[in-house]
């Protein structure tokens, strides 16, 4: 299994970015999958975003209108979209799947600062 996750960078804040998770090693198609964060020095923040595999989208109160969740089954990937970004939504972003759970791949930073 491997999650390879891309995207991140320097953003002002009510800036906008996407992030990128392509997968490999499993049937993606039939998998849930999720983002997570973790902010430095802090606890991982698991189903920032989650899309199950007939396309429904659940997402954190802190995300929720904010960011959305999309999936590309042809591509094996998984993407979050997120407008409007806030300082505190500076952190390492990581792509999982849902079940049976596996977070992998270095992440990627978002940092979102004047």
């Known amino acids: 299994v491997q999650l390879v996750e891309s995207g991140g960078g320097l953003v002002q804040p009510g800036g906008s970015l996407r992030l990128s998770c392509a997968a490999s090693g499993f049937t993606f198609s039939r998998s849930a999958m999720s983002w997570a964060r973790q902010v430095a020095g802090k606890g991982i923040e698991l189903s920032v975003a989650?899309?199950?595999?007939?396309?429904?989208?659940t997402y954190a109160d802190t995300v929720k209108g904010r960011f959305t969740i999309s999936r590309e089954n042809a591509k094996n990937t998984v993407y979050l979209q997120m407008n409007s970004l806030k300082p505190e939504d500076t952190a390492v972003y990581y792509c999982?799947?849902?079940?049976?759970?596996?977070?992998g791949g270095q992440g990627t930073q978002v940092t979102v600062s004047s």
């Open positions: 989650t899309i199950y595999s007939d396309g429904t989208t």
């Open positions: 999982a799947i849902v079940n049976p759970f596996y977070l």
